[in-house]
């Protein structure tokens, strides 16, 4: 299996590392195709597209023709890429809808619905990355209904089909999760083993692996980020405060949110414990919205692309049933309420 280049930290190009029971996971999905769609969510940078990548070449590999869209692409030439067969297709949908980049998830599901009627029996697969919010997460819902509908209702007869959706969107699994319309997975960060190569990648001087991994809790995107603020971690977690607005998120907490919320620091199962309070509940809502703490049920293996995290680890802030994002997360949030109190 090729592995797919990945841009990394400053200029830096890394292969697709590890993520073994993610790459097999998808070859057996390639054997049987997807039913219904399978929503794919995890922390923030923890991997997703960087594995949807992967995917494409493992599905290709396994005779797909592949279409891949992300709205939210740094580089447009991202934001779609295509087995070449479908070189035709796409040119088509792009007829239909000029604005492409509004509107490139329908072009994706213009192009397969357009592969199923030209090919005979192909086997087709539509990976979406971050689709939520570029379509706006009240049309979530409706998407997902669309892609379900590729699988029930095709538009031509196909072999086998492959759904796959991104989303790093804590809502996204209110929304959509109360339908049956989609089957989630989660995925998180990396193993300590595998992400220990991807540190060892990084030449220079460089903090221990150790304090690089209990700050991060193997999340590779904060690796980079970490790397690229040259290992200045009050950087990172200042950027965090501010991008994710948590003094304003602290400031405005009742005392009983905000009391609760320094038991969460400590423990993230503090939350399930309270959660008959009210106030839990506002906390609970506002840590997934602002994408801080994960919900991580059990770690029934079927629930989990790649390897779940362990059952507790508080070091890195996972408990039972509420995980911290990554530690930094939970420091970010430890030094708002140190600067607001
Ligand atoms: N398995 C991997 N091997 C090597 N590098 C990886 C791997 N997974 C992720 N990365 C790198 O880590 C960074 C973050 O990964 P990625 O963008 O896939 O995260 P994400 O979960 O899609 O983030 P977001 O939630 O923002 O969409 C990228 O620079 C990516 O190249
Ligand atoms: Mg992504």
Known sequence: MRRVKLRFSRGLVVEF??????????????????YPVYVIYGPEGCGKT????????????????????????????????????????VKE???????????????????????MRRLRRPRVAVLMDDIFQAVGLDNAEKYVKMLLNLIEYPPGEYEKIVV???????????????HNWAAFRLLWNMGREGFRELYNVITGPKPEFEDIWSLTGGNP???????????????????????????RLVALLNSRE?????????NPDMLFERLKEPEAQSLERKL????????????????????P?????????????????????????????????
């Open 17 to 34: 590392m590890d993520r073994g029971r993610a790459i097999e996971q998808v070859r057996e999905v390639a054997e049987r195709g997807t």
């Open 50 to 89: 960087a594995l949807l990548k992967q995917a494409k070449e493992v599905l290709e590999e396994h005779g797909y023709s592949v279409i891949y869209a992300n709205p939210l692409a740094e580089d447009r030439d991202e934001a779609l890429i295509y087995t070449p067969t479908l070189r035709d297709a």
């Open 93 to 115: 949908a792009l007829k239909l809808f000029p604005d492409l980049y509004s509107r490139i998830v329908d072009v994706a599901i213009n192009v397969a619905g357009m592969v």
């Open 164 to 178: 796959l959706v991104a989303s790093s969107e804590g809502v996204t699994r209110e929304r959509v999760g109360r």
């Open 221 to 247: 995107r904060y690796l980079g980020r970490l790397y690229g603020a040259n290992w200045n971690p009050d950087l990172i977690l200042n950027e965090v405060i501010k991008g994710k607005k948590l003094r």
């Open 258 to 266: 905000a009391e609760i919320l320094r038991d969460v620091v400590n």
């Open 288 to 307: 997934i919205e602002l994408n801080l703490i994960i919900e991580v049920w059990d770690r029934d293996m079927q629930s989990w692309i790649d390897e």
């Open 309 to 341: 995290p362990p059952e507790r680890d508080p070091e890195l802030g996972i408990g039972r049933y509420y995980a911290w994002q990554t530690p930094i997360h939970r420091e970010a949030i430890k030094k708002a309420i140190e600067t607001v109190v």
